[in-house]
């Protein structure tokens, strides 16, 4: 992928898993962010807090490593503490579609780095998913409230099942910049600019330890599997992988130009 000085990169880096998640988007994030002029990072954290959700330290911790928006998604509410600082930090977003009353926001518009303004936006589908408010809906109301204020708009669809996905996808196609699947943690070959200019891809998968099963330790997952008996996960501390995609953005229109899906290890 050129870095197109024309072009406004963003980076959105998938679920940050655990410690060794965090640790290796403070290693990898300066040289990928100067090695294709990013504009602005995304990344989503429901999971950055041993496995499990976040919280305040987390999210500042990985404030700190040069990301300006963390999504979230089903696990958002795992540690009680993030209820406090969720409704404060409007940095991080919880799913849109919950009841009007939750703590916190769905969708922010920011700055980027040149000056240009870009909304975030954070949706849960419903498929083997919380059954919240409808995705389609309420986010079609969400883009023409912001894009009042920009044309540039990124949508986190945290959702499980890949034809909510591809529907969503194409219903929002021409409508946003771009539409990045999470939730799944298994990263999709399927990254490409849909017909109308809108990126897309299923899923960007897990920035967290690679020999796991979803970022978390093989034998607790394999022996639930197995016996089908009450197990705590653990994350556990082998190498991580760190999965992101790089959109390019056309600034006059607010399509995008390319897709770029990594897969990055430490050597």
């Known amino acids: 992928m050129p870095s197109n000085a024309d072009g406004i990169n963003i980076i959105f880096i998938g679920d940050i898993v655990g410690k060794s998640g965090r640790q290796i988007v403070?290693?990898?994030l300066p040289k990928v962010v100067e090695e294709y002029k990013i504009e602005l990072v995304i990344a989503n954290g429901e999971n950055s807090a041993g496995g499990f959700g976040i919280t305040e330290k987390i999210g500042e911790e990985i404030f700190s490593f040069g990301v300006d928006i963390i999504t979230t998604g089903n696990h958002v509410w795992d540690k009680k503490e993030a209820i406090p600082y969720i409704a404060k930090e409007p940095r991080v977003l919880r799913p849109l579609n919950y009841p009007a009353n939750v703590p916190g926001t769905g969708s922010t518009v920011i700055r980027t780095k040149r000056g240009n303004?870009?909304?975030v936006l954070n949706v849960s589908g419903r498929v083997f998913m919380?059954?919240?408010?409808?995705?389609f809906r309420t986010t079609k109301k969400e883009i023409e409230r912001i894009r009042e204020q920009t044309k540039f708009i990124f949508i986190d669809f945290h959702a499980e099942a890949t034809s909510e996905k591809i529907a969503f996808g194409y219903y929002f196609d021409g409508q946003v910049s771009a539409i990045l699947g999470t939730h799944t943690h298994v990263q999709t070959a399927d990254e490409?600019?849909?017909?109308?200019?809108?990126?897309?891809?299923?899923?960007v998968g897990m920035t967290g330890p690679e020999d796991s099963v979803i970022g978390f330790k093989l034998d607790?997952?394999?022996d639930k599997f197995l016996l089908h008996m009450?197990?705590?996960?653990?994350v556990p501390s082998v190498p991580a992988v760190f999965s992101a995609v790089i959109v390019e953005v056309d600034p006059d229109t607010g399509f995008s130009k390319n897709i770029k899906r990594l897969m990055l290890r430490q050597n």
């Open 130 to 135: 919380n059954l919240l408010d409808c995705p």
């Open 117 to 119: 303004l870009v909304g």
């Open 26 to 28: 403070k290693a990898l």
């Open 220 to 222: 607790e997952v394999i």
């Open 230 to 234: 009450p197990q705590k996960f653990e």
């Open 192 to 203: 490409r600019i849909l017909p109308k200019g809108t990126a897309y891809i299923t899923d």
